[in-house]
């Protein structure tokens, strides 16, 4: 007799709780892990495969249509009509050809495409928020590729307008990938291995040359201290100088945020386990606190370090004095939706984006905000301060990001009307603003999408410039090179993409391995030589040093 199948509501909801984690709901991953007592489970600490609930989903669709179409011992193939979840399938019959009248069960597609299959393409409310992957070992063993030559490919046919612009499908079939690494001298890409789940967050040491810290799902942190320079032997296996662990008995402790302050003193760690810590750059504890009731998703110091400022999904934000080590205020500036990201606009001025689709101009010394933002149709996901702190670019749910003039920041008077920049597909993850802007030039912005592209704008007409379309799956992560010349994308296709800025070309990319995302990138220069840090869903970090890539020195 064979073994009977087992299914409880326990395996099913952690099954969901896994896939609204995949989908970016992070709301309806807190109330279901609450109300079904995940923390009690058995399971919870299993490690669910990304899209797992789909793939069993998509298999059962497989049997029932095999069951439909089994004619006595054979599988008939003339139906065209389509099978779905929720409603019933009635056979529409074609006209049988001559030589194919019947096939065999495709065991193949009852396996998953795996390549072509990823987490539900809904809106996100944290960029780091939906990063979970597999496990497997043979990802561990996945080939590393770094091609230096661009790969054609056709541009959009109005990449200066705003409509919408029809995208292509990414493909479905696996990707072929060279076992060797091209355009790179030796060393140009190192693995640090020491994470045993992925890595959600990477910082360099904006002081320290080549110090950088990393944390991953497991709520570890290790300090690393990356060698640079021509003496450094390329093949040496790089170690975490420290390793803090033990943080928290809590399930759910993904670490979502690392941020140093101004002098590399002092590193704010954020949690899923509602605690904020403040570490020194050697590793002691400085300062913790639990004032936070649901998981923080943002930690950043004021530009003189004096503050701390928080976003969090108990829907406020929190001030905390850092020499004085204690709470300065709690804001609720959101209503009953939660705070998604905080930016400071100078040291005593913050602003904050919740799933309320406003953006909150917030004084340390006033009562209430200073200002409202409205116009986003979307949660927004994230907000970004220009060099001079005279402009605010902020990116949403709802496809658009917009540039907001905060000059007169501190005046009763309404603030302008935003520039709207519109063109995307699909929701938003991340917007950055180029940290060089020439004489006579617009600043720019670059913004990363669902919608697999990443694009380029002018921030003072609103034109999109370029359209990077190189990318087959999301793109989680973009951000310029220190100098402004180059700006670089990382996605859930695994690839990390340059491309220079003045040109608006493809200078290189590397490739993680199958189903390897980039969570976020950090590229940091001290002098005349600079570093990219990946965090990867391959339990790794990757470091590059774009001094060894040819192709990122020519331009």
Not at 457 to 465: Q, Y
Request: net charge negative; charged share 20%.
């Amino acid at each position: 007799m064979p073994a009977p199948l087992v299914i409880t509501a326990d395996q099913v909801n952690c099954l969901i709780h896994a896939y609204f984690l995949d989908s970016g709901f992070q709301h309806s991953a807190f109330a279901i892990r609450m109300e079904g007592r995940l923390d009690q489970s058995p399971h919870v600490k299993k490690h669910i495969p990304r899209g797992e609930l789909i793939e069993l989903l998509s298999k059962a669709l497989l049997y029932s249509e095999v069951e439909a179409h089994w004619k006595g011992d054979e599988l008939s193939t003339n139906c065209s009509a389509p099978f779905s979840l929720l409603d019933p399938h009635a056979c529409s019959l074609q006209p049988l050809s001559s030589t194919n009248n019947v096939r065999e069960p495709n065991t193949s597609k009852v396996n998953g495409d795996t390549a072509g299959k990823r987490k539900a393409t809904t809106p996100s409310e944290d960029a780091r928020a939906e990063k979970r992957a597999r496990k497997e070992q043979d990802e561990k063993d996945a080939q590393i590729n770094v091609d230096g030559a661009p790969a054609p490919r056709p541009k959009p046919k109005d990449a200066k307008s705003d409509a919408p612009q029809a995208l292509p499908e990414p493909p479905a079939k696996r990707l072929k990938h060279k076992p060797s690494v091209v355009g790179a001298r030796p060393g140009a890409v190192r693995l640090l291995q020491a994470h045993k789940t992925e890595v959600f967050v990477v910082a360099w040491n904006p002081s320290t040359r080549g110090q950088l810290v990393s944390g991953s799902r497991d709520a570890v942190v290790h300090y690393w201290a990356v060698p640079n320079g021509p003496n450094s032997d390329p093949t040496a296996s790089i170690q975490p100088t420290l390793t803090l662990s033990n943080f928290t008995l809590t399930s759910q402790a993904d670490l979502t945020a690392l941020n140093w302050n101004h002098d590399g003193s002092l590193v704010a760690i954020g949690s899923y386990d509602s605690i904020l810590r403040i570490c020194t750059a050697g590793g002691e504890a400085y300062f913790k606190d639990s004032h936070h009731k649901g998981p923080i998703f943002a930690a950043k110091f004021s530009p003189s370090g004096q503050w701390i400022v928080t976003a969090s999904l108990d829907c406020t934000s929190c001030v905390w004095d850092v020499k004085q080590k204690r709470i300065h205020r709690q804001y609720r500036n959101h209503g009953d939706t939660c705070c998604l990201d905080v930016e400071w606009l100078d040291d005593s001025t913050f602003a904050s984006c919740g799933a309320d689709q406003l953006v909150r101009i917030v004084s340390l010394t006033a009562t209430g905000p200073l200002h409202t933002l409205e116009g986003h149709a979307g949660e927004i996901n994230s907000i970004k301060c220009n060099p001079s702190h005279t402009r605010l670019a902020s990116c949403a749910d709802d496809g658009t990001a917009r540039i907001w003039n905060i000059e007169n920041i501190h005046s009763e008077k309404a603030l302008p009307a935003p520039m709207v920049l519109s063109g995307h597909q699909q929701c938003l993850t991340s917007i950055e603003w180029c940290p060089v802007t020439g004489p006579g030039e617009h600043e720019l912005v670059a913004t990363a999408s669902f919608d697999a592209t990443a694009r380029l704008w002018d921030t003072v007409t609103g034109d999109c410039t370029r359209v990077f379309a190189d990318h087959t799956k999301h793109v989680y992560a973009v951000t310029f090179s220190p100098d402004g010349r180059h700006v670089v994308t990382g996605g859930g296709d695994g690839s990390l993409i340059v491309y220079e800025v003045k040109s608006k070309e493809k200078k290189w990319s590397w490739y993680t391995g199958e189903k390897s995302g980039i969570f976020e990138i950090d590229w940091q220069s001290w002098g005349d030589t600079s570093l990219i840090a990946l965090a990867l869903e391959r339990q790794m970090v990757a470091i590059v040093d774009p001094g060894k890539v040819p192709a990122l020195q020519s331009s």
